[in-house]
């Protein structure tokens, strides 16, 4: 069963909305992991050797290093993870539809935060609730 956590934005034009993150399926976490690995490989943070000593905010720093049209996948990806939670129902954040939802930068910039957290586990951990 993959993981799951649900997380309430508390600050900003998207207070009060609750979004449900799920961790990827195994297949498509490992092609999401070597493609990001052969990203990071490319930084100048330390690449691959570093990995494993490299905080959230590490790795997304070390991927701001690498070509926009690498990452851009990989951060479209993390969002599908994250669903917006209404009335009991769950609404996958597609780029085609998240401006219809999200109204705030930074709560796109924490739902991927979360989602990688989530997806990668030995990543240091994030705020919210699990809900497994």
């Not at 990827?24 to 690449?47: N, Y």
């Not at 954040?93 to 219809?100: H, S, W």
């Not at 979360?114 to 699990?130: H, M, P, R, S």
């Amino acid at each position: 069963m993959r993981k799951e956590k649900e997380i309430k934005i508390e600050e900003g034009r998207d207070a009060g909305k609750v979004f449900k993150i799920t961790e990827m399926p195994a297949f498509q976490m490992d092609r999401w992991a070597t493609r990001a690995l052969i990203a990071l490989g490319k930084s100048k943070k330390g690449g691959l050797a570093a990995l494993g000593t490299m905080s959230i905010e590490d790795v997304l720093s070390a991927l701001s290093e690498v070509d926009y049209a690498v990452t851009e996948p990989l951060l479209q990806e993390l969002l599908e993870c994250c669903a917006f939670v209404k009335n009991g129902q769950s609404i996958v954040l597609t780029k085609d539809m998240v401006d219809g939802i999200v109204e705030d930068w930074t709560t796109l910039f924490k739902l991927r935060m979360e989602a990688l957290v989530l997806c990668i586990g030995f990543l240091e951990q994030g705020d919210g609730k699990d809900t497994k």
